[in-house]
């Protein structure tokens, strides 16, 4: 796991920092700009110097890109750069750097056309983009549309044909919070953020423009002699589970766990399927399905390993629930909304490690606080979007502001439920009721593109629910779920589907050491 922060964070970290005297603004501005030009070279080792065309902008990300310039012009560049605003109003260390550039070459004022005209001709090279980072809130401005369309251009073209992009922290346009494209955003081959990646970098809003997990390409971050303690309330980004996932050699079937898995009718015993079988390839010592009594004869002709009851409703649910070495239960894939107004509530009753998805979150679409007034501590949410929408409808209205990002929304919606929400995507939330996040991004390097499958959020579901099982804590067994889930669509490749998951989850547990 490692520390991803908000702009606010990153800007609290160098405050203090600067006002202990611990360190000045004008040596962070050098060593980020001297971690840009490093990562260049490490990124592109074929690189060798030719033109770079930088990009600086009003504030500080153009002090960085006054700084990248010099030391790049020290390597043999030859450098074309533009500066976006007057010069006078730089903020005092992008001006000291502006100043001390001027000494080797001109700061040519922005002049959008040249700009496009001069990137679209360019077929190798190297373009920075220090116009905004961490400071930009608002569109970007009109001045840099035919920038921002020739940039574009060149992403179409094979990267042998065009010159590298690098972006100083992140690319201008994409809101360092949210990830949000919040108008005219630029991309990059590379971003090089500082001290920590930012939430930005791995987010990707949902019915927007390509935002930051698009945009951003390779992150790579760079180390400016900021203290190294964990800003409070920050979140994680899920890299590899955070728990160890091995079996003790003498362990019995009963210290693994018991799941539920409740299913729905006749014909929709699919999805139940699906989860019991995570659950069980991820290690729960024991998985029941419970469904009625006229799904049994189609349940029984496919299931071996994993058992089966009938459970007619939420009042035998109760009486099943007397056996205690029952510990965990998965309802929602394929429940059917009446059976799920019955169960669930039954089901919370029993005060189990406890997965709601699915039908088990849209039964209360109607009357949201019926259901966050009987969840408990030990409950995972698990919705898409959709769901979210159903549950938490403020909540994901104010989504569509650029500003507020999945991060702060799961958070809020953790609290309000009392319980560990786990908000699906290509980019997934995990939050807890006392603000703990983390994010699990299924982007960049680690795309998992065939996830998006019918029925792997049932996987997903049967996976969290057969951790919980084993005894990991909700929080725990939510982000390393999430991870699991992801590294089995990985592991599968093009192709997948959602019966594939739980089969590759013991190839998973192999590269992991197990
Ligand atoms: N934090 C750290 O430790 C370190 C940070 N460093 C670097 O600083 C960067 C953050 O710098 P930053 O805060 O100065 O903001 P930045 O992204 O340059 O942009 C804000 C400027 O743009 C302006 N502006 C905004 N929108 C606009 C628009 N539409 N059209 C026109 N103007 C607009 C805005 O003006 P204002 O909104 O105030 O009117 C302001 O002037 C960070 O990403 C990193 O690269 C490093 O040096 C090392 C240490
Ligand atoms: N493009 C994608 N990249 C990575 N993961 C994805 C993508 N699309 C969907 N997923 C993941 O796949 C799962 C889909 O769950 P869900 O929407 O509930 O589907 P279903 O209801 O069909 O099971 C979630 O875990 C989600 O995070
Ligand atoms: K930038």
Known sequence: MSEILSS?????????????????????MERAGAGVVAQIATAFPDLSPSTAVILCGPGNNGGDGFVIARLLHQRGWAI???????????????????????????????????????????TSGLVVDGVFGTGLTRPMPPE?????????????????????VVAV???????????????????????????RAKWGHYLEPAG????????CGQVAVVDIGLPQDPAPDSVQLVARPAVFLGKSAQGHKYGHGHALVLSGGAGKGGAARLAARAALRVGAGLVTIAAPQPAIAEHAAQLNAIMLTALPDGYSLRGLLQDTRLNALCLGPGLGQSRAQDLVPAALWGRRATVLDADALSAFAEDPPLLFGQLHDKVVLTPHMGEFRRLFPDLSERLHTPAYSKIEAARAAAARAGCVVLLKGPDTVIADPSGRAALHAATGANAAPWLATAGS??????????????????????ASGAWLHAAAA???????????????????????GL
């Not at 990985?490 to 739980?502: H, M, Q, S, V, W």
Request: hydrophobic share 40%; aromatic share 6%.
């Open 80 to 122: 074309a750069l533009y500066l976006l605003g007057d010069p006078a109003r730089l903020p005092p260390d992008a001006r000291t750097n502006h100043d001390r550039w001027l000494k080797t070459g001109p700061a040519h004022p922005w002049d959008d056309r040249q700009i496009g005209d001069r990137l679209g001709a360019m």
């Open 8 to 28: 606010a964070q990153m800007r609290g970290i160098e405050q203090q920092a600067i006002a202990s005297g611990a360190v000045t603004g004008l040596e962070l």
């Open 490 to 512: 990985r592991a599968f490749g093009p192709g997948l589907i959602a019966e594939d998951l739980p089969e590759m989850l013991p190839q998973v547990f192999r590269d992991l």
């Open 169 to 195: 922290d992140i690319p201008s346009g994409i809101s360092a919070d949210s990830g949000a494209n919040l108008g005219g955003a630029f991309w990059a081959d590379l971003s090089v953020s500082f001290h």
């Open 144 to 164: 840099t549309t035919h920038t921002s369309q020739a940039l574009d251009a060149l992403r179409h073209r094979t990267p042998s044909a065009r010159p590298r």
């Open 208 to 215: 927007l423009p390509e935002g930051g997990a698009a945009c």
């Open 457 to 478: 959020g049932d996987v997903l579901a049967g996976i969290i629910a057969g951790l919980m099982a084993r005894g990991f804590a909700p929080f725990e067994a939510a």
